[in-house]
């Protein structure tokens, strides 16, 4: 049946096109290898409009990226939800801040990398759909980079910036936040800091779900100097800091979740001369994460236990752009890093001594990779970008007790080396005045992550089994096409993307009937392998209209379909989701609404991969703001009211089914000034 409904719906979308082609609209970005979603400033349209984007500051990260083409959330509570691409998640994409590699400490995935940045300190989000000369590693699927804000020299005021607050019903929700700025002719400094405090939240039905609750700050301090007319030197510091985080689909919760990173950058630009860019970064990010039970009741908590973990990444970048001629550009990028992951757990039973565990042993990874895309204009009709990506890396366990630990399940050469290459091409082609058609296609592959090779007992919620990792394990790989066509003007827009990835040693879990499980009540214990070949393909369709003067409807639309080597679905695929908005401005008050749809997904596993099938969801939100303009200032109030119908619902990426909000009220105040 689910076969039946994707090529429904790839039929549908493609007969939408060609209905519309003849039709002038406006803009859609490009969402085949490569897009961004702007945080901050103007959105300018073909047609010569804007469309300020309002609040975005004030919203969470997750928020932004769930409403984003190609991206669903794994959610395990109300505060860091996983972000996954197209069915991809984990090992399988990068995510970046700045181009700066970063790994979770968490062996639950409760810390992804999304969760230590803040629209505060955003300009924008670069989301690759695959390989692709804007990416900053190996990947199956493209990734996301969390591109910092910068300050800005010989600005319009010498002091600017701006302070805000929040608050939102559900869950009794505050945030307050400000960020200022100091600007000179050759140099600038940024300041900006956030904090969120949120108790449990209510679902539909005004069902309260236990341990959602969350704290966390966060600050940002950026400089930049100008050295000489080309040359800029840069400075960066970040810090996140997370405290009683509630994770109600979890055992678990998270007492702290810490990051710190900093990073030095060199930027030299010449656009007159053929080496016109080189941007060059040095950085280190250490982060410090803790599970533990201590906030659950005791009839909850058959054993106490503490699960604390480390991550520490040093790492460089070095991007080199070439014009080679006049339409064509040769870019290099050099970048490694060294990670070092530690995670232990101590269980402390009623009776008798405590007992202590690695469950990261120790490991240690060290890569250098180098790539080189060249992009040609052949004419005013076709344009090509190709590139090539090489990896080597080492993996190691660099303690004597963390060899120890994994020569209980193991005794080969836990020291491993690999190369890998990653190749793409994508072709443009301009078929009519507002119409082209995009072919991509990629040769992927990524390295089993730290996790996957040298695990030792980590639990996953999912399925309910203890995971072992496999010094065996063998890279995965991946092809990777995208099919495309857009067609864009001053009224209305369609694009339209088919993608495949066809994997071959595709890397899952699967049963060891020799091993008892350690986590108390979980099913057994599995140990990762390779399986011979998977697939996943789907389709993403993104639709704009401007019905009237000042009044624009959006639609986005994506499924995906994944089936591994012995035709039994993959987990963790998302189905069909609609994301359907109208806005409308007048004068300075801006009114936009949301329906968003979600159907259910039948094509699950409950043997093989322990995942249970899901209902369909319909939510319905409404916005209104305004803007109060003074002689060097702005006020915005923003007044946002979500799941206006409080519906009772989860999507199918919600571990354990929890459900997500209720109804909710939210009010924004953010006051601008220069």
Same mark, same amino acid.
């Given at each position: ?6 090529l429904?719906t790839?039929?549908l979308s493609i007969g ?7 039709d002038?609209?406006?803009h ?5 290898l490569?897009e961004?979603v702007?945080?901050?400033g103007?959105?300018r349209?073909s047609?010569g409009?804007s ?14 990226l769930g409403?984003?083409?190609?991206v669903?959330l794994i959610?395990r509570?109300?505060?860091a939800q996983?972000?996954?691409v ?14 700066m ?6 062996t639950d995935?409760?810390d992804p990398?999304s ?9 924008s ?9 804007e990416q900053?590693? =190996? =990947?199956?699927g493209? $990734? ?7 300050p800005t020299m010989?600005a319009?005021?010498?002091? =600017? $910036?701006?302070?805000g607050t929040?608050y939102?019903t559900?869950?009794n929700a505050? #945030?307050?936040?400000a960020?200022?700025?100091?600007s000179?002719?050759?140099w600038?400094?940024?300041a900006?800091?956030?904090? #969120?405090?949120s108790?449990?939240y209510?679902? $539909? ?6 341990f959602s609750q969350? /704290?966390k700050?966060?600050?940002?301090? =950026?400089?930049v100097?100008?050295?000489?007319q080309?040359n800029t030197?840069?400075?960066?510091y ?7 985080i509630g994770?109600?689909?979890l055992?678990?919760d998270?007492?702290f ?6 990073s030095v950058?060199?930027?030299?630009k010449?656009?007159? #001369?053929f080496?016109?860019e080189?941007e !060059?970064?040095?950085y280190i990010n250490?982060?410090?994460h803790?599970?533990d ?18 991550s520490q990444t040093?790492g460089?970048?070095s991007n080199?752009s070439?014009?080679?001629a006049?339409?064509?550009f ?5 970048n490694?890093y060294?990670?070092?992951?530690h995670?232990e757990? !101590?269980?402390?039973?009623?009776f $008798?001594?405590?007992m202590?565990?690695l ?11 180098i ?9 005013s009709?076709l344009?090509?970008v ?6 080597f ?6 303690t ?17 080396v ?5 190749g793409f091409a994508?072709?443009n082609?301009?078929l009519?005045k507002?119409?082209?058609? !995009?072919i991509?296609?990629?040769k992927?592959?990524r390295?089993?992550?730290?996790q996957e090779?040298y695990g030792f ?5 999912l399925?309910?089994y203890?995971?072992?990792?496999n010094p065996?394990i063998?890279? /995965?790989? *991946? ?7 857009e067609y *864009?003007g001053?009224k209305?827009?369609?694009s ?10 595709y ?6 009937i020799?091993?008892s499980a ?6 057994g ?5 390779n399986?011979?070949?998977a697939?996943?393909i789907g389709t993403?369709?993104?639709?704009s ?7 624009l409807?959006?639609?986005?639309n994506s499924?995906?379909y994944?089936?591994?080597?012995e035709?039994?679905a993959l ?6 989701k609609s994301i359907n908005?109208l806005k ?5 008050i801006?009114f936009a609404?949301?329906?968003t749809?979600? !159907?259910k997904?039948?094509?699950?596993d409950f043997?093989?991969?322990?995942e ?6 319909n939510v319905?939100?409404a916005?209104?703001?305004?803007s109060?303009?003074f ?7 923003h ?18 089914s929890?459900n997500?909000?209720g #109804?909710?009220?939210?009010?924004n105040?953010?006051y601008?000034?220069?």
């Amino acid at each position: 049946m689910k076969q039946v409904n994707l090529l429904v719906t790839l039929v549908l979308s493609i007969g939408s096109f060609y209905a519309i082609s003849q039709d002038d609209s406006t803009h859609i970005e490009n969402c085949v290898l490569a897009e961004e979603v702007i945080i901050r400033g103007t959105i300018r349209k073909s047609n010569g409009q804007s469309v300020e984007k309002v609040n975005d500051v004030q919203l969470s990260v997750d928020k932004i990226l769930g409403t984003t083409c190609g991206v669903s959330l794994i959610k395990r509570g109300n505060y860091a939800q996983e972000p996954t691409v197209r069915g991809l998640n984990a090992g399988q994409i990068n995510t970046t801040i700045d181009g700066m590699q970063m790994f979770g400490a968490c062996t639950d995935r409760m810390d992804p990398i999304s969760s230590y940045v803040e629209p505060n300190n955003l300009n924008s989000i670069g989301l690759n759909l695959g390989p692709n000369d804007e990416q900053f590693g =190996s =990947s199956i699927g493209g $990734g996301f980079n969390f591109k910092l804000l910068k300050p800005t020299m010989n600005a319009e005021k010498f002091i =600017s $910036g701006s302070i805000g607050t929040g608050y939102e019903t559900n869950g009794n929700a505050f #945030r307050g936040l400000a960020l200022i700025q100091l600007s000179k002719k050759k140099w600038a400094l940024q300041a900006n800091s956030i904090y #969120r405090k949120s108790e449990n939240y209510i679902a $539909g039905n005004n069902r309260e779900i236990h341990f959602s609750q969350f /704290e966390k700050w966060n600050l940002g301090v =950026s400089g930049v100097v100008q050295i000489t007319q080309n040359n800029t030197l840069s400075i960066d510091y970040l810090q996140d800091n997370g405290s009683n985080i509630g994770y109600p689909a979890l055992t678990m919760d998270v007492s702290f979740a810490d990051a710190k990173i900093a990073s030095v950058s060199h930027h030299y630009k010449n656009r007159d #001369r053929f080496f016109y860019e080189l941007e !060059t970064k040095a950085y280190i990010n250490f982060i410090d994460h803790a599970m533990d039970d201590t906030k659950r009741p005791s009839e909850l908590v058959p054993m106490h236990m503490d699960m604390p973990g480390t991550s520490q990444t040093i790492g460089f970048y070095s991007n080199a752009s070439f014009r080679v001629a006049k339409k064509h550009f040769i870019k290099v990028k050099l970048n490694g890093y060294v990670n070092d992951l530690h995670a232990e757990m !101590t269980m402390y039973p009623d009776f $008798g001594a405590e007992m202590f565990m690695l469950t990261i042993p120790d490991a240690r990874r060290m890569l250098v990779g180098i790539d080189a895309s060249d992009k040609y204009y052949f004419n005013s009709k076709l344009n090509i970008v190709y590139g090539l990506r090489c990896d080597f890396s080492r993996s190691s366990i660099i303690t004597l007790t963390g060899r120890q630990t994994l020569t209980s399940i193991y005794n080969g050469e836990l020291t491993k080396v690999n190369f890998l290459t990653n190749g793409f091409a994508q072709a443009n082609y301009k078929l009519a005045k507002n119409t082209k058609a !995009t072919i991509g296609v990629a040769k992927a592959a990524r390295n089993a992550t730290l996790q996957e090779t040298y695990g030792f007992y980590l639990f996953n919620r999912l399925d309910n089994y203890d995971y072992l990792g496999n010094p065996e394990i063998l890279s /995965e790989n *991946s092809w990777n096409l995208n099919l495309g066509a857009e067609y *864009s003007g001053s009224k209305m827009g369609l694009s339209v993307q088919l993608f495949g990835y066809f994997f071959t040693n595709y890397i899952a879990g699967t049963k060891q009937i020799d091993y008892s499980a350690m986590t108390i009540d979980a099913s057994g214990v599995k140990h990762y392998v390779n399986l011979d070949n998977a697939s996943i393909i789907g389709t993403e369709i993104k639709l704009s209209c401007t019905i009237q003067k000042n009044l624009l409807f959006t639609s986005v639309n994506s499924i995906s379909y994944g089936v591994d080597d012995e035709n039994i679905a993959l987990p963790l695929i998302p189905p069909f989701k609609s994301i359907n908005s109208l806005k409308y401005n007048w004068k300075k008050i801006r009114f936009a609404m949301s329906y968003t749809t979600g !159907t259910k997904q039948n094509h699950v596993d409950f043997e093989k991969y322990g995942e249970t099938s899901s209902n369909e969801f319909n939510v319905l939100d409404a916005s209104i703001g305004r803007s109060f303009d003074f002689k060097t200032s702005t006020l915005i109030l923003h007044l946002t009211a979500e799941n206006i119908f409080d519906a009772a619902y989860s999507e199918h990426l919600d571990f354990m089914s929890i459900n997500r909000q209720g #109804r909710n009220f939210i009010v924004n105040l953010t006051y601008n000034f220069n």
